[in-house]
């Protein structure tokens, strides 16, 4: 098949989209609160969102880096409440090609979820437990699974190496984020306050943290 005539005036390489978004980026956004590996974070975020003024709300904890990659470089899955950030991975970034787990589809869920009375997020973050301890988590979809994370752990569960956690939403977003930035445990944190977030930013982060380099 013969690529059709080119009719408007657009950047169509790749490699060039992403040089000149990323230099947009860092010309416009006001990274002077963030150390360079979060800044690297911050910007890989921000061409996620389309948005620069994500960093008026982006909240790194001092360790967030260190832990992650540390965490990745040595085997530790990722653990996701959302298929669409586990398909917003990009596996070659991964240092030890990492387990990238989501148990939202997992056929005890419902069950759980009706005795629960709770969300199948929610439900589906009880699933994790033999995969938590040091691994690297990110929550991008439901409020209900950070709540239900944080009270896991609280109760006793294995503690992440490192969380992001940006859930979308109207209804317990904004809270939820306030309480995984005042944890107790002083986990590793990154999170996005107020109302936005989502599977796409969640997925940034974590290909931010995967490998040191930019693009």
Known sequence: MNRPPKLYDYVDDG????RRSFGTIREEADLSGFGPDAAT?????IHAAGDVRITDDLRIHPDL???????????APILVDATMIASGVTRSRLPADNQVICRLHDQAVPT??????TTRSAAAVS????DLDGAVVAIGNAPTALFQLLELIDAGAPRPAAIVGVPVGFVGSAES???LEANPYDIPYLVVHGRRGGSAMAASALNALAREAEL
Do not use: N
């Not at 974070?41 to 975020?45: G, P, Q, S, W």
């Open 112 to 117: 759980i979820a009706r005795d629960w009375r």
């Open 127 to 130: 699933l994790w437990l033999d």
């Open 177 to 179: 984020k306030k309480a």
């Open 65 to 75: 880096v260190a832990a992650a990659r540390g965490a990745l470089r040595s085997g």
């Open 15 to 18: 490699a060039e989209i992403y």
């Open 41 to 45: 974070i911050a910007v890989r975020m």
